[in-house]
Every structure is written in structure tokens, then in C-alpha cells.
């Protein structure tokens, strides 16, 4: 009995000293790019001064031309819908303003409705929208927001974040 009590320590000892010797895989990181969405309301492309035109000489957006040169400039697009509420509705659904039910500015997009913050929160990101919002609903798949509530001041804002009405 004891021959076979010390077998299976013996067994026991070579099985962790192979594990504690073997060198783990490296594991590989996988970095996930930034992202920056910016949506200016109601601009033409040439206040920006970052797509050139008769303004670009006038403009001074240091930071945005540094962002444009380190990332992504939107240079072919176009909107689906040109009113505000139903256009923010699109670029958080990606669905077409039939579709998702937001065709005029009175309507509101229903915190139960699947968003981009939603989507990408599943795949790691944390998300805030900081802004107009303009949906009526309180925002939601967001890590974070501040938005103005309806139309807002835009002049020393009062916001709403998820805790309280607050001045920035």
C-alpha cells in the first residue's frame, strides 16, 4: 500500500514540474484602434478647412487637421436623410429612417433599440456621446454622455448626463 501511495506521488510531482517548466505562449495583444466620431451639425464641408474650398485659408482647426492627418477624413459621403434627428438616428442604427421608425424631428429613438454604442460595447469599446442628441429618449448603450436636453442653450449649456442636469 504504501509502494503505491508513493507511485502516485511520484506520478503526481513529474506532471507538475512538466507543467511548471513548459513556457507559456506568448499571447498575442490585440490593440484596438481609437475611435473619434465627429459630426458637426449643420456645416458645410468647407468650415471644417480640412477638404479644402474657398474657406480653407480662413479656417484654423489645428487640432482637427492633425486628426485628419493621423486618421480618417469621411471625403464621399452623403446623408439619408438631411433632418438632424433622423439623420443621428441612421448613423446609430445604420438603418435607413423607414426603418428604424425616425422620420421627422419629433420622434425619438427607443432606449430598447440596438445602436452602435451597444455594438461596439461588445466588442470592448467604451463609448460616451458628448453633444446635441436630439432623440428624446435618454441614450442609452453609452459608457458616458452629456447632452444637451431638446434643442438646448448653446451658450453656457445646462446638460444632461446620466446622474443629474448639470452645467458645464
Not at 503505491?4 to 506520478?11: E, F, G, T
Not at 451597444?118 to 428624446?136: A, D, F, P, R
Request: charged fraction near 20%; charge should be positive.
Amino acid at each position: 500500500m504504501k509502494m503505491k501511495n508513493l507511485s502516485y506521488i511520484l506520478l503526481l510531482s513529474l506532471i507538475l514540474i512538466g507543467c511548471s517548466s513548459a513556457k507559456p505562449k506568448p499571447v498575442q495583444e490585440t490593440k484596438q484602434p481609437n475611435i473619434l466620431f465627429i459630426m458637426s451639425d449643420d456645416h458645410t464641408k468647407q468650415a471644417w478647412g480640412i477638404y479644402g474650398g474657398v474657406l480653407k485659408d480662413y479656417v484654423q482647426n489645428r487640432n482637427i487637421e492633425r486628426l485628419a492627418n493621423e486618421g480618417v477624413v469621411l471625403e464621399n459621403c452623403l446623408v439619408s436623410n438631411s433632418i438632424c434627428t433622423p439623420s443621428r438616428a441612421t448613423i446609430l442604427t445604420g438603418q435607413y429612417s423607414h426603418r428604424n421608425g425616425i422620420t421627422t424631428l419629433g420622434k425619438g429613438l427607443s432606449p430598447a433599440y440596438n445602436n452602435i454604442a451597444k455594438e461596439m460595447g461588445k466588442g470592448g469599446y467604451q463609448t460616451s456621446i458628448i453633444g446635441k442628441w436630439h432623440l428624446k429618449q435618454e441614450p442609452s448603450g453609452f459608457d458616458y454622455y452629456c447632452v444637451l436636453p431638446g434643442q438646448g442653450l448653446y451658450n453656457n449649456p445646462i446638460m444632461k448626463t446620466q446622474r443629474k442636469l448639470e452645467r458645464l
